[in-house]
């Protein structure tokens, strides 16, 4: 973890990727977020930028919800500039994603970046 926030404090942009487990993002994600503890302050003051990828089994319009609400909360919290989400409804496996429009609109989504 030291060597992740190390590169956090010098890097410009945070993506958050998970699957979306339980409608939220997977443990291991939350584990990393929940050890930014001791570096909330610096992080806060860097006011990075920050990006949303997730994929779903699901297709239903509600099924990133929660997972929104939270990411939501914690860019607020965390002073982070949210730059997009990508949000894959309907992909529930790899051949489910790699045949959807989302690959696609990930990387237009990162080539726009500014
Ligand atoms: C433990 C677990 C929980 C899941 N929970 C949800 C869920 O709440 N809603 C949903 O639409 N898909 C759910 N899924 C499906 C995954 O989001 C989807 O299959 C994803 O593509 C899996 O990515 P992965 O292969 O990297 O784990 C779940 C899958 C697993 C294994």
């Known amino acids: 973890m030291d060597v992740f926030r190390e590169q956090i404090l010098k890097a410009d942009m945070i ?4 699957p ?24 806060q003051q860097k006011h990075l930028k920050s ?22 909360t914690l860019i607020r919290y965390l002073n982070l500039e949210d730059k997009g989400r990508i949000l894959g409804y309907g ?5 489910m994603t790699r045949f959807s429009k989302y690959p696609d609109e990930a ?7 500014k």
């Open 107 to 113: 990387y237009e989504f990162g080539k726009n970046l």
């Open 15 to 18: 993506v958050f990727v998970t």
């Open 20 to 43: 979306l487990y339980y409608y939220g993002m997977t443990a291991q994600l939350k584990t990393v977020i929940d050890r930014f503890c001791s570096r909330n302050f610096s992080i």
């Open 51 to 72: 990006a949303l990828l997730s994929v779903a089994y699901n297709s239903d319009d509600w099924t990133f919800e929660s997972l929104e609400s939270h990411y939501d």
């Open 91 to 95: 992909c529930g496996t790899p051949s």
